[in-house]
């Protein structure tokens, strides 16, 4: 091996969200309080689509990978900020970092992938209802769902092994809670002008491709429904779209800041603050989202409290 393949750096220091120690108990708190809101929230929505016949349809089959994606998501960042946040110490060795890189870049751009089918779900249920079951059939959702599952993973593969190709020799303190690509590549030795171009151009496909589904999707539907000029189409479509809409909303502003603004506008601390949204707030707020105003939802988490209370005891 050359010597300018050389890595000095054998572990990298995570700085956190703040060097504060009653900061530190606080932050602690109301993390593990998400984690565990998050985690019983998306297992929840998975639960009820499993039992309820009623939800077997193609907008629910998509929420629960949506809700695996969130669960996973978590469970790959936050126990180790909530080990961070109790003792003090946020050393990663460069091989749990890059695992840790890839699975949360994997499954966030899959989860990226995922909104634009669930957008384009929405415009074929609201815009052509009578071709909607055959276009939209069991097989073609799990290709969709396959299909974004293995783009994510595949086009992680290529970002997190570009970074690691190069050397760490200088510095090995990450200014974040997590080892996310920007904040790590950062940190390497080297000409990265070559890598930053590839990692944004896969940001730029994973973010951007899905927008323009999702943003066509809902032209075509608020176009449709204008045609019905019916005030009660009008509230169906709001009534169905409007939970995804504020999740895209919520998951595309915050990433697009980070993997497609450029790094000089903003201060390191601040996109650190950015990360936040996505990395634990998105995935608390999704399942409270998508049920908060929705019948089916409810009707379904009725009748299993139902089949509960009513359960005879032998």
Not at 74 to 87: D, K, N, R, V, Y
Not at 203 to 213: D, K, N
Not at 289 to 314: F, G, Q, S, W
Request: proline share 3%; charged share 10%; hydrophobic share 45%.
């Amino acid at each position: 091996m050359g010597a300018e393949n050389f890595t000095s750096v054998s572990e990298f220091l995570l700085v956190g969200l703040s060097s504060d120690q009653e900061t530190h108990t606080l932050l602690f708190v109301a993390i593990l309080f998400i984690y565990s809101i998050t985690l019983v929230g998306n297992l929840g929505i998975i639960l009820l689509v499993l039992v309820d016949s009623h939800l077997h349809t193609p907008m629910y089959f998509f929420l629960t990978h949506l809700s695996g994606i969130e669960i996973c998501y978590i469970t790959s960042t936050i126990p180790q900020m909530l080990a961070h946040l109790q003792t003090g110490h946020g050393g990663l060795s460069l091989i749990r970092c890059a695992l840790q890189m890839y699975v949360a870049l994997s499954l966030g751009s899959t989860e990226a992938l995922l909104l634009g089918v669930m957008a384009y779900d929405r415009y074929l249920a609201i815009c052509h209802p009578l071709t909607y079951a055959t276009v939209m059939g069991r097989w073609r959702q799990i290709q969709l769902a396959s299909a974004c599952w293995v783009g994510g993973f595949f086009g992680s593969v290529i970002c997190v092994f570009l970074t690691f190709t190069h050397p760490f020799c200088g510095s090995n303190l990450i200014n974040h809670f997590m080892c996310e690509l920007p904040a790590v590549l950062k940190l390497a030795c080297g000409d990265i002008r070559n890598t930053e171009t590839v990692v944004f151009l896969l940001a730029a496909m994973v973010i951007l491709g899905p927008l323009s589904i999702i943003l066509t999707s809902y032209w075509l539907i608020l176009f449709s429904v204008s045609q019905m000029q019916s005030a009660r189409g009008l509230r169906k479509a709001f009534s169905t779209c409007g939970s995804h809409l504020t999740v895209v909303t919520l998951f595309y502003g915050t990433t697009t800041f980070i993997y497609i603004v450029p790094q000089s506008g903003a201060s390191l601390d601040n996109r650190k603050r950015i990360a936040v949204f996505y990395v634990v707030v998105t995935p608390f707020l999704n399942p409270i989202i998508y049920t908060l105003r929705n019948k089916d939802v409810h009707e379904a988490t009725a009748k299993v409290v139902r089949r509960l209370c009513c359960k005879p005891r032998n």
